[in-house]
């Protein structure tokens, strides 16, 4: 049972958190600290070529056994695919659709700005109190067991696709033998990673290879964490609550709180539906259980490292 006055202890320090503000010029701005770095993130990631079409999720060297089988018919080496595949146009969802070779250079500045932008706000976040309990990490451990299941299942088209067939029956003119299709994964996003490899892309210059890979995980383990669990439920989950949102002790919920703390994320992993669903409301959960933003991101910290650790281990590049 928890004791009242650790549980008085915590009610006391989560109104605090809400009705304080930084000092300075963040005091007129409450919103900044919780939507800059986020904005920053999204901006600049959207500049980020993905990965060239029919490369799908795998290295290099497994994306298009059909494109790999003509270049050898037509005398090229494996290097001079892997470089003509790398200067292929990426996919859609890049602003400038930069080669794929330029993923590290977009990702490096994006994570470099973001940094800038938390060191800005930081003030923002120090008014909440640091403190981490056990269950945060707990809850990490087993999210990160159920995305890496619940993505490797690939539940999502099977979901999206009879609707998608159903709003295409729709269309005039189809003709018998047409598949009915309003490309509604296509117009959603298909939840493609990047799924670069600076271990195999990067292979001719190890120590650029290995301090992207430091820098991929600065990103995924200590910035995402932070700027996101502040963004979501640190704002959008309070601002959906009451006007004045800064005054909404955190982790007070209403209903429309926890639909728009799952939905949107949802709609940021349109290709990992059901993983979002499931993770981003376990810790919809211990928000509400330790009122705590620390925790969340702790939990979301530990998620995010474990999942790094087995795609380098394990190759699953697709996953990141």
Same mark, same amino acid.
């Given at each position: ?185 296509? *117009?959603? %996003? @298909? ?6 490899? !600076?271990? /195999?892309? &990067? #292979? ?54 926890? *639909?728009? %703390? @799952? ?6 992993? !349109?290709? /990992?539906? &059901? #993983? ?45």
């Amino acid at each position: 049972m928890e004791n009242p006055n650790e549980a008085t202890a915590t009610a006391e320090n989560s109104l605090d958190a809400a009705t304080r503000l930084p000092n300075g010029w963040l005091s007129g701005w409450p919103w900044v600290t919780f939507i800059l770095p986020m904005a920053v993130y999204m901006l600049v990631g959207s500049c980020e070529p993905k990965p060239p079409p029919g490369a799908g999720n795998g290295p290099a060297s497994q994306v298009d056994v059909g494109a790999a089988e003509s270049g050898v018919q037509n005398g090229l080496a494996d290097s001079e695919m892997a470089d003509e595949w790398e200067e292929m146009p990426a996919a859609g969802g890049s602003l400038f659709s930069l080669p794929y070779r330029y993923y590290p250079y977009v990702y490096t500045a994006k994570i470099v700005l973001t940094l800038l932008a938390m060191v800005l706000v930081w003030p923002g976040y120090q008014t909440f109190p640091w403190r981490v309990s056990w269950l945060s990490f707990a809850v990490g451990g087993v999210g990160v067991v159920l995305w890496i299941g619940l993505c490797h299942l690939r539940l999502e088209p099977m979901v999206v696709g009879p609707v998608d067939r159903f709003l295409g029956s729709f269309i005039p003119g189809l003709e018998e033998g047409d598949t009915p299709s309003v490309g509604l994964m296509s *117009l959603l %996003g @298909t939840g493609e990673r990047s799924a670069f490899n !600076p271990l /195999e892309h &990067l #292979a001719d210059n190890p120590s650029w290879a290995y301090s992207f890979l430091a820098i991929r995980f600065l990103g995924l383990a200590l910035l995402v964490p932070i700027f996101e669990e502040f963004f979501l439920r640190g704002f959008l989950m309070r601002f959906v609550i009451h006007e004045k949102w800064w005054q909404v002790p955190f982790g007070s919920v209403n209903r429309m709180a926890i *639909l728009v %703390g @799952t939905a949107v994320p949802m709609l940021m992993h !349109p290709g /990992e539906l &059901l #993983a979002s669903l499931v993770w981003f409301s376990m810790i919809t959960w211990l928000m509400i259980r330790t009122r705590n933003i620390w925790d969340c991101v702790i939990a979301h910290a530990v998620t995010n490292l474990l999942l790094g650790i087995y795609v380098v281990t394990w190759d699953q590049w697709q996953l990141m």
